[in-house]
């Protein structure tokens, strides 16, 4: 374990840092451009963080704290309301939740090991080395653990890192080749099928890959899933569906649902000949307000959202 400060300028410029690393609160303040003041006002007011402390009471920052920093900015960047930061991210990470009663080193380790080489494929814009791992990647695991355990968690990171000479340039190569086998995959899986799903975003509430990744979760050998292109009109859906006639439209969003969404969907209910339902992080949050509604709520998990749509269009699970 080393403690890394401004004194340990090799370490700094690297940028290599072993897991067991520690920053004090300047240095954490530096790297995600959260002032200390906010950062004890995180830990003391809503629990969020938990750092170490030396003998002296001075706060110590492991990369996993650094981690949870980020993820705090991003919810609050989307909307959500600090002191419901918490919550959310006990849904959104189980695995660190349940660390001390399940160990899973193993798991994690694996996951660390093919997020490395592509990583590795990533810097090198070796789009052959990618696609290997890629393929590889998906020949070891189930498709919700091959992008909310290894690919997206990646990419969420190397979206938050742009701060250096060139990991803009690594972050698009990487979402640019993402979107493509995504909706290779999607389109594979849609074969001749009828149109049965759309899939929506709600303007400026994710961004493609996001969009594009929830639709595979959807689909299926008995629906075709359409994906309709980021930025479609709120207003011109119920034209979309009257065309398609299908019979579900998913409406996606990775943002804090606005007060007046409630009402919004279920007037665009009201004009609907199909079933709409809400996907994405916004579906855990307005799923209170949308009880008793004919809306229903598929969240974000990629092992359940599918099973939950398909209860909806049987009838068989309550909105």
Known sequence: MAVITEDNPAALASGTFESTDLFPIREVARVTGVNPVTLRAWERRYGLLQPTRTESGHRLYSMTDI??????????????????????LAKTEPLKVLAHIIPDDLVQSDYRQWQEQVQRAVRSFDDQALDQVYGQIFSSYSLPVVFQDILMPLWLQLLQRQDSFGQTSEWLFYDGFLRARVLQRIVTLRGNQPRRVIVSALAGQCRELELLVAALFLSGNDAGVRVLTTGQPFDELTLVC???????????????????????LNRLAMSLDCQLL?????????QESLAGSSIGC??????????????????????
């Open 298 to 319: 598929l969240g974000n998990e990629g092992a359940s959202m599918r099973q939950r749509m398909t209860q909806f269009l049987a009838g068989t699970l309550d909105t």
């Open 242 to 264: 009257d065309k398609v006639k299908p019979q579900a439209l998913v409406l996606f969003s990775n943002h804090a649902p606005t007060a007046e969404l409630p009402r919004r």
């Open 278 to 286: 809400l996907a994405g992080d916004a579906a855990d949050l307005a």
């Open 67 to 88: 981690e949870r920093v980020r993820s705090i900015v991003d919810w609050i960047d989307r909307g959500v309301a600090v002191s419901k930061v918490g919550k959310i």
